[in-house]
């Protein structure tokens, strides 16, 4: 009888072509669908909350799959990481309701992307972070990182292959901020869903907003520069209830 088990996992995104399968490529769906194929002994497709990019990192990514496979979920979750590289781990795996989706059922995701402000970046920060020293006006951008919450048309905020494709581009942003610790720059945004890109042109717009190219008082008519990936994290993913044992 088959079984929807849910999953949390980690991973350092550094060395992967980012969530989705792409032939000939290294993507973490592709690896966990592999292993959990081989121990189901037929395809098996592993469904994620979110199609993380090549180089983004996350703490909590959810993810969820149906097998015929007995196997109580702690041990499954044992027996998986045994086999996955070590920059990417299962957490916790729980069962959970046959029609859980984790993309489609989550409320609400949070993000946080870090700029290091220091002269000089330390190597064990230099895969996490966006190293950016030169000088900004950080008192704008917290102003600015406000005018992005409630719900607004992202649709220059998301990436430029994804503009063209006719669905909604207007998201609703619960929090938007961005705070000082130490030589750390950290910007945190929680939503109930973002585009292609969108986190990484908000960063970018902040940056712009912090030189003084853009303003802090308002949404602007464009965004700045895409950021690099490193220094985006995918936090949380939130749910209203999942039944574990339907």
């Not at 109580?72 to 729980?94: F, G, H, S, T």
Request: net charge positive; with cysteine; charged share 25%.
């Amino acid at each position: 009888m088959s079984r929807r088990i849910r999953i949390t996992l980690s991973y350092d995104g550094t060395n992967f072509h980012g969530w989705q399968v792409q032939p000939g490529l290294s993507t973490i769906q592709g690896i966990l669908e592999d292993i959990i194929s081989e121990m189901d002994g037929k395809p098996v497709h592993v469904a994620g909350s979110g199609r993380t990019d090549a180089g983004v990192h996350a703490e909590a990514q959810v993810a969820a799959f149906s097998i015929d496979n007995p196997i109580p979920p702690d041990n499954l979750r044992r027996a998986v990481n045994r086999l996955l590289p070590p920059d990417i781990r299962i957490l916790d795996a729980v069962e959970t309701d046959p029609k859980f989706h984790p993309r489609f059922d989550s409320i609400a995701k949070t993000y946080r992307y870090v700029l290091f402000r220091g002269e000089t970046c330390p190597p064990f920060q230099w895969r996490y972070v966006h190293y950016h020293p030169y000088p900004l006006n950080e008192a704008k951008m917290v102003e600015g990182a406000k005018v992005f919450e409630g719900s607004h048309d992202f649709t220059k905020f998301s990436a430029k292959d994804d503009r063209s494709i006719e669905r909604s581009k207007v998201r609703t942003i619960y929090s938007s901020g961005i705070e000082r610790s130490g030589d750390l720059l950290i910007y945190t945004v929680r939503g109930g869903g973002f585009l292609k890109h969108m986190v990484r042109n908000l960063v970018g717009t902040l940056i712009e907003m912090g030189r003084g190219n853009l303003s802090s008082k308002r949404i602007p008519y464009k965004s700045g520069n895409t950021v690099p990936a490193k220094g985006l994290t995918m936090v949380s993913v939130e749910y209203p209830r999942v039944t574990l044992n339907p």
